[in-house]
């Protein structure tokens, strides 16, 4: 299965009918051509009431490759970071709970490019990382062009004091360490990506 954030509504592309339609709610639909997809997708773009789509076909990759083919791509990459009280870090960017993340530069592997994020956007330093936890997809309008970023998430470790600083020029106002007990704050304002990025860490 595939999944595309677009802000907290989704289109998936999935193989099996069955197993989805039982668990979930939405609009779903057989992939049939090319010309089928680019209809659906501007028919969610355009109709805000419909939050999640569920297209249908037994190889998802292909149909997959066919959705990106009406986008532009960019890889991002960030960190969901725990301290040696096994806090985590969050921030808030344009007042939503957000994790640390950024645009990779050309040719950045994206290990280094989420190190590099974490460090610029909270001011935080002695980091490693421990494992990929999750990769997502987000798709937005920029200037009239579909964007969809690529995003890796990695789970990291601070060996540091802690200290923390908001990079402001990046629309971030706060940067907050977080007990685990206390994640559903951050579950009541944030996005669903984010929401599934500390499921797939188990902190959910």
């Known amino acids: 299965m595939y999944k595309v954030f677009f802000d907290n509504r989704t289109i ?3 193989d099996d009918f069955d197993k989805f ?8 639909v057989k992939y049939i051509n090319e010309i089928q997809l680019a209809y659906i997708l501007e ?5 805000d009431e419909i939050n999640n789509v569920f297209i249908v ?3 998802v990759d292909e149909i997959f490759r066919v959705f ?3 986008c532009r791509m960019l890889e991002a990459a960030g960190g969901l970071v725990h301290n040696s009280d096994d806090e985590i870090l969050i921030i808030k960017r344009r007042g939503l709970w957000d994790l640390p ?11 280094i490019g989420a190190l590099r994020e974490v460090k610029e956007e909270c001011n935080v330093h002695q980091l490693q990382i ?10 937005y309008i920029q200037d009239g062009i579909l964007l969809l970023k690529k995003t890796y998430w990695y789970d990291m470790i601070h060996y540091g004091d802690g200290k923390v600083k908001p990079q402001t020029d990046e629309d971030i106002t706060e940067v907050k360490w977080f007990r685990k007990d206390d994640l559903d704050k951050v579950v009541d304002n944030t996005y669903l990506s984010i929401v599934e990025v500390l499921q797939e860490a188990n902190l959910l």
């Open 43 to 47: 028919l969610f773009k355009s109709v």
């Open 101 to 111: 993340k950024g645009k990779l530069e050309e040719n950045e592997d994206p290990t």
């Open 130 to 139: 421990r494992d990929l936890i999750h990769v997502t997809y987000h798709a």
């Open 12 to 14: 998936c592309f999935v």
């Open 68 to 70: 990106k083919s009406y």
């Open 21 to 28: 339609y039982k668990k979930n709610n939405g609009l779903f």
């Open 57 to 59: 076909h037994h190889n």
